[in-house]
């Protein structure tokens, strides 16, 4: 038998290995120095963009700053929840308290440059406006115009937002998977990259932006193993109560038509929900999901 | 400065992942090594270890559920398809509870059972492929011991049923490994790459810079060399490619192709 051939590599997941495989790397027979690793989970939190996270993740005390702390330490005020107890594992409130392995920078879903050249659209999560009425175009052949109908309250776009732009016309319309990114945006009119150049009048035209999700992942150290869900409800649920004390659900979810899985570390999604309610914002402004292996490390 | 505030880690390129020996913050997993992260992906169905998902897939016709273990079953087969042990993987059922993957308990040459908890609907649909990447001497394990033959491999995932959901083609396979660039016996040559997408990666971890004692020859071209040894896989159209995995915060995704198969290009499974 190889020495890769499969009894080595984890199979387990959970969920009947729709879930994680990842690499339960201390079962590793070769000789390597860097075999003697333990098992990693990968997860990414999205949050609503206008929380700032990617924009000021660098600023101290950023929020960036208290979730890696809470994932890493715990909340450290004592949680939303009293402790609870599920099939025997005692859930603290607030949650976190993982051991992390790697932690990697906030980015915008929709306007990081790495997301911008990426054209990951289809499987990247999205924040699209709703549509802003547009009165009139114009274009200098590199840079498009066009001015809202109504002025808004606020300037509805940030830089580096992917744009879609519909019923303008001559070469202006474009749809998000374009790679057409706002450079300008006031309450009165926005600016991307376009080769349009006709000046447009009375228009009935709209614009909207797909403002993307802050991201950051993060990988912790779970040593536990997943106990089946057999006879544990619909969905199945599963436990996971190792250092993180992890507890992940499940429900179906269709890709492309396709059922496939979804998780949530709830223990860890305490944790989260506790910092951003100290800050006074909604404790549901984010998502977190379990990384899972395909082609990459992701969302399903 | 807050002590994740990105001044330990690497930020020129997404692609560096954890550059662990420089967080501040003690413990004993933060003393391992810079690790680069790739998707490698072929044409061919790694998780099955067949060209396509479905070879040798076996049609269900009906079975039962009583809420702790469902079996299928199938019309009389010459012998008995599935071992006690094997992983099996059972798709398009017309309920969707009784799909998935899962361990054969029981089996005949017309039915095959496994420890599962759903019940309520007739098991009826529906189609089942042994899951056959771990066998003894499968692609995957071939691969693997390919790259272990040029790198040092630090992390290692494994083929997956999505592979060929969510890709366009059932004949897609992929897996995705770390390895140590301070140990790799083989660079990463990224000159010839023209489909970086205006991405900056760092110098020292091209041909020739930066590995220290460290022979500076081709991943892919090393690769190439096994996959020769081994078949000549690459060169027929089985096209093969390894790309950097970018980190994207929503996860990790391959970006820039860091090598592939000579004689065939193929293409990164961007194109969901």
């Known amino acids: 038998m190889p020495r890769y051939a499969g009894d080595q590599i984890y199979q387990g997941g959970s969920e009947n290995g729709n879930v994680t495989t990842t690499a339960l790397n201390y079962r590793r027979t070769a000789a390597s120095s860097n075999f003697g690793t333990r098992k990693l989970a990968w997860y990414t939190v999205c949050v609503n963009q206008d929380l700032g996270v990617a924009a000021n993740y660098a600023e101290n005390n950023s929020l960036y700053y208290q979730m890696v702390r809470a994932i890493q330490q715990g909340d450290g005020i004592g949680g939303i929840d009293a402790p609870t107890e599920h099939n025997g594992d005692i859930r603290g409130g607030g949650g976190g308290g993982a051991e992390l392995f790697y932690v990697g920078l906030p980015q915008n879903s929709s306007s990081s440059p790495l997301n911008q050249q990426d054209n990951w659209y289809t499987i990247k999560p999205t924040a699209p406006t709703s549509a802003i009425d547009v009165t009139s175009a114009s274009g200098d052949g590199t840079t498009a115009t066009l001015t809202f109908t109504t002025v808004q309250g606020a300037a509805p776009f940030n830089v580096g937002d992917a744009v879609e732009v519909q019923n303008v016309g001559s070469g202006y319309d474009c749809v998000l998977i374009d790679q057409h990114f706002v450079t300008e945006c006031t309450t009165t009119y926005v600016k991307y990259n376009s080769t349009a150049t006709a000046t447009l009048t009375s228009l009935e035209a709209s614009v909207y932006a797909d403002l993307g999700y802050d991201c950051f992942t993060f990988a912790i150290v779970d040593d536990a193993e997943p106990f089946l869900p057999l006879g544990s409800g619909y969905f199945g649920d599963t436990d996971f109560s190792g250092v993180a004390g992890d507890y992940i659900c499940y429900c179906n979810i269709s890709i492309q038509g396709n059922t496939g899985y979804c998780a949530s570390a709830l223990n860890l999604s305490d944790a989260i929900r506790q910092v951003l309610v100290d800050n006074d914002l909604n404790g549901s402004d984010f998502t977190l999901f379990r990384l899972q292996e395909s082609f990459g490390l992701l969302q399903f | ?272």
């Open chain 2, 1 to 272: 400065m807050p002590q994740y505030a990105g001044n330990l880690y690497d930020q020129s390129n997404a692609s560096e992942v954890a550059v662990n020996t420089q967080k501040a913050s003690p413990s004993s997993l933060f003393g391992t090594r810079n690790l680069k992260f790739f998707t490698f992906s072929i044409f061919y169905n790694l998780y099955t270890n067949q060209n396509d998902f479905g070879d040798g897939s076996i049609s269900v016709t009906g079975g039962t559920a009583d809420g702790k273990q469902v079996t299928y079953t199938f019309a009389p087969q010459a012998s008995v398809p599935y071992a006690v042990g094997d992983t099996i993987f059972v798709y398009d059922m017309d309920h969707g509870q009784y799909n998935g993957e899962y361990t054969v308990v029981a089996s005949t040459n017309s039915s095959v059972t496994v420890d599962w908890y759903a019940t309520g609907n007739t098991v009826t649909g529906g189609n089942i492929v042994r899951v056959a990447y771990n066998d003894a001497d499968s692609f995957y394990s071939y691969i693997v011991r390919a790259i272990q033959k040029v790198a040092e491999v630090y992390y290692l995932s494994a083929p997956t049923w999505k592979d060929a959901f969510y890709t366009e083609t059932n004949d897609f396979g992929n897996f995705v490994f770390g390895i140590s660039d301070e140990l790799t016996a083989y660079d990463v040559d990224f000159s010839n790459d023209n489909s970086d997408g205006g991405h900056t990666y760092p110098t020292g971890f091209g041909a020739g810079e930066g590995a220290p004692g460290a022979t500076p020859t081709d991943l892919a071209s090393a690769l190439q060399n096994a996959f020769d040894a081994i078949g000549g896989w690459g060169g027929n159209g089985d096209g093969w490619s390894i790309a950097v995995c970018d980190d994207l915060g929503w996860g990790f995704a391959p970006g820039r192709l860091a090598g592939e198969s000579t004689g065939y290009s193929l293409v990164s499974p961007n194109n969901l």
